[in-house]
T-cell receptor, first 116, second 113 residues
């Protein structure tokens, strides 16, 4: 079945440093979604990328979707303590139908710690 | 606040017991998803319902079942509980299926002793 891998599993940075997490799917994705989960909280949607090679920015966050629609990255510039949390990528396989229609496979997440 | 509600917030029970977790989706959302999050497994998709019908299934155990009612709220039933079932259970809803964002509820923390 579809597998989504994220690296690194953990990342510790000093406040002000940059951070990048990478997401790779074993199958071509229909779209890629990114979520953030603060400690003790629930996942919160950040963004969705749909097109091959798409790049989107949200303030200090830059999201990319690979040309083959099998990988993605999230880059945070000049991290702040408010960026602490687990970042998940997730995506449905391209052309998913039948009993896989609604299945969103999540990566295992990257846990970001920011030291002030 | 995502607009998705889950009850109870915490649940402590014993092995072999049965529990029911409840979820109310955001107003207007027809899709409800259930996920299990444990420390070593990340977010595991269990099952999806759309307007009362099962639409997708993940690695849901046979001891687990779910349903979505006409008012669109959903229940996840866990039976013959084992220690390994201890986890956070999240419900999420969306208006556009897997092509749109999902809104997660606050979760139910299940502890099986």
């Amino acid at each position: 079945g579809q597998q989504v891998m994220q690296i690194p599993q953990y990342q510790h940075v000093q406040e002000g440093e940059d951070f990048t997490t990478y997401c790779n799917s074993s199958t071509t994705l229909s779209n890629i979604q990114w979520y953030k989960q603060r400690p003790g909280g629930h996942p919160v949607f950040l963004i969705q990328l749909v097109k091959s090679g798409e790049v989107k920015k949200q303030k200090r966050l830059t999201f990319q979707f690979g040309e083959a629609k099998k990988n993605s990255s999230l880059h945070i510039t000049a991290t702040q303590t408010t960026d602490v949390g687990t970042y998940f990528c997730a995506g449905p396989p391209l052309g998913a139908g039948g009993t896989s229609y609604g299945k969103l496979t999540f990566g295992q997440g990257t846990i970001l710690t920011v030291h002030p | 606040d995502s607009g998705v509600t889950q009850t109870p917030k915490h649940l402590i029970t014993a092995t072999g017991q049965r529990v029911t977790l409840r979820c109310s989706p955001r107003s207007g959302d027809l899709s409800v998803y259930w996920y299990q999050q444990s420390l070593d497994q990340g977010l595991q998709f269990l099952i999806q319902y759309y307007n009362g019908e099962e639409r997708a299934k993940g690695n849901i155990l046979e001891r687990f079942s779910a349903q979505q009612f006409p008012d669109l709220h959903s229940e996840l039933n866990l039976s013959s509980l084992e220690l390994g079932d201890s986890a956070l259970y999240f419900c999420a809803s969306s208006s556009r299926g897997p092509r749109g964002e999902q809104f997660f509820g606050p979760g139910t923390r299940l502890t099986v002793l």
